[in-house]
């Protein structure tokens, strides 16, 4: 199986500020790598497919980046609906995996 | 829009078989993508259990071996999870979701194994 590693559970952030987290896979999955956010009591809402493309309506400060092994979900300009929690996936091969997930918390 | 809802008992005794279903609206199951469960355990870890295609065939993740069953009823745009033997383990929400890369979630079901 593909293992999906988050090495960070959580981050801390300030609402206006720029972070990035990342995700790295045990192998190669080219670009098929996924994003969602979860908040508390809701289902994962998914952000980003194909590593950088956004879904409609995901709004523009949301930007994914990389291939290979190496990924990034960056948020620019944190706002305070931002605090969540956020998995990546692998797509490339079965069985599907995801990330541990990281929580962005407010410092 | 396309919707998914699932549905099915909340409690289920360790032995038991936990049976579940996905309403669709919105969309046809037959028409193209793959229609998964998913579920996420206590803690927040997710766990991609399986899918069955707009074609009909499943694939099933190993780690689920022998004990799972995804089948479909395409006149009321329904599928279903069966997962059998079941122990305190498999509580957890159970989500079900459209394609590989879950572009459209279910609100989910929280199923508890407990005698």
């Known amino acids: 199986d593909i293992v999906m590693t988050q090495s960070q559970k959580f981050m801390s952030t300030s609402v206006g500020d720029r972070v990035s987290v990342t995700c790295k896979a045990s192998q190669n999955v080219g670009t098929n790598v996924a994003w969602y956010q979860q908040k508390p009591g809701q289902s994962p809402k998914a952000l980003i497919y194909s590593a950088s493309y956004r879904y409609s309506g995901v709004p523009d400060r949301f930007t994914g980046s990389g291939s290979g092994t190496d990924f990034t979900l960056t948020i620019s300009n944190v706002q305070s609906e931002d605090l969540a929690e956020y998995f990546c996936?692998?797509?490339?091969?079965?069985?599907?995996?995801f990330g541990a997930g990281t929580k962005l918390e407010l410092k | 829009d396309v919707q998914l809802q699932e549905s099915g008992p909340g409690l289920v005794k360790p032995s038991q078989s936990l049976s579940l279903t996905c309403t669709v609206t919105?969309?046809?199951?037959?028409?193209?993508?793959?229609w998964n469960w998913i579920r996420q355990f206590p803690g927040n870890k997710l766990e991609w259990m399986g899918y069955i295609s707009y074609s009909g065939s499943t694939s099933y993740n190993p780690s689920l071996k022998s004990r799972i069953s995804i089948t479909r009823d395409t006149s009321k745009n329904q599928f279903f999870l069966q997962l059998n033997s079941v122990t305190t383990e498999d509580t957890a929400t159970y989500y079900c979701?459209?394609?590989?890369?879950?572009?459209?979630w279910g609100a989910g079901t929280t199923v508890t194994v407990s005698s």
């Open positions: 919105g969309y046809s199951i037959t028409s193209d993508y793959a």
């Open positions: 996936q692998q797509y490339n091969s079965y069985p599907l995996t």
């Open positions: 979701a459209r394609a590989y890369y879950f572009d459209v």
